[in-house]
Nanobody, 124 residues
């Protein structure tokens, strides 16, 4: 069992930056591939970024590529999402998720554990 707690969301102006953190409980964090997803009001949840369990593979949604960076610190049981050059369309609730395999994946259906989400609001 893994529990995930996101933090770092907030209100930021367009063009600004935020760094989200997701802290995981348990001693097996390094066994899990991790992902970030987001859900805007009235829209379905969508993939943002994913990282393999050793951090050597990452994938990004086209909409955030070049602006967002996913990383992890297995010693701290934490995954991060650095978000730069934020746009109004990045406004959403951001969720981190974990799956007990080595490989990064874009599919939300493969993730077993989810955090409660953190709100990111970008004002234009």
């Amino acid at each position: 069992q893994v529990q995930l707690v996101e933090s770092g969301g907030g209100l930021v102006q367009a063009g600004g930056s935020l760094r989200l953190s997701c802290a995981a409980s348990g001693r097996t964090f390094a066994s899990y591939a991790m992902g970030w997803f987001r859900q805007a009001p009235g829209k379905e949840r969508e993939f943002v970024a994913t990282i393999s369990r050793h951090g050597d593979t990452t994938y990004y949604a086209d909409s955030v590529k070049g602006r967002f960076t996913i990383s992890r610190d297995n010693a701290k049981n934490t995954v991060y999402l650095q978000m730069n050059s934020l746009k109004a369309e990045d406004t959403a609730v951001y969720y981190c998720a974990a799956k007990n395999t080595a490989w990064a994946t874009r599919s939300e259906y493969e993730y077993e554990y989810w955090g409660q989400g953190t709100q990111v609001t970008v004002s234009s």
